[in-house]
């Protein structure tokens, strides 16, 4: 059920926005560490072994030389769209830093392992769904 809240209640829960610290740090394209991308272009690297290496025939190789080339071009064209971005000169965020000060996105602020969760769990699932697929060929 919902309730009528008067205007004047919201004005008094109005906080004035946090200004932002000031960092003498470069930005990234994607504002992540290129850790971060390449765990994830592990992943999905991981999950095509798998499958790979499961169901390999001599008749796909193919397919599986054409996933692999679909991957590797999912993933080099934001990377050579990324070196398109004229160089800041500033010194980057280390993992570290990465680590320690998390990122800010659209939704607010997010930790590193808030932000590596979200980030990952699709790959992650990708990656266990592979395994599955595995256990279910060895059992047959």
Same mark, same amino acid.
């Given at each position: %059920?919902?309730?009528?809240?008067?205007?004047?209640?919201?004005?008094?829960?109005?906080?004035?926005?946090?200004? =932002?610290?000031?960092?003498?740090?470069?930005?990234?394209?994607?504002?992540?560490?290129?850790?971060?991308?390449?765990? *994830?272009?592990?992943?999905?690297?991981?999950?095509? #072994? $798998?499958?790979?290496?499961?169901?390999? #025939? &001599?008749?796909?190789? $193919?397919?599986?030389?054409?996933? *692999?080339?679909?991957?590797?071009?999912?993933? @080099?064209? =934001?990377?050579?769209?990324?070196?398109?971005?004229?160089?800041?000169?500033?010194? &980057?965020?280390?993992?570290?830093?990465? %680590?320690?000060?998390?990122?800010?996105?659209?939704?607010?602020?997010?930790?590193?392992?808030?932000?590596?969760?979200?980030? @990952?769990? @699709? =790959?992650?699932?990708?990656? #266990?769904?592979?395994?599955?697929?595995?256990?279910? &060929?060895?059992? @047959?």
């Amino acid at each position: %059920m919902t309730v009528h809240q008067p205007f004047a209640q919201f004005q008094e829960d109005i906080r004035p926005a946090e200004a =932002p610290l000031l960092r003498n740090r470069g930005e990234r394209t994607f504002d992540l560490h290129p850790a971060v991308h390449a765990m *994830v272009i592990g992943t999905y690297f991981a999950f095509a #072994g $798998i499958l790979c290496l499961t169901f390999m #025939g &001599k008749d796909l190789i $193919i397919p599986a030389a054409i996933v *692999v080339i679909g991957i590797t071009s999912l993933f @080099l064209t =934001p990377g050579l769209w990324a070196r398109v971005n004229p160089d800041d000169g500033l010194r &980057k965020q280390s993992w570290a830093e990465f %680590m320690s000060e998390g990122v800010d996105c659209i939704t607010g602020h997010l930790t590193a392992h808030q932000a590596l969760a979200q980030i @990952l769990v @699709l =790959p992650g699932l990708m990656l #266990g769904l592979g395994f599955v697929f595995a256990v279910i &060929k060895a059992t @047959l």
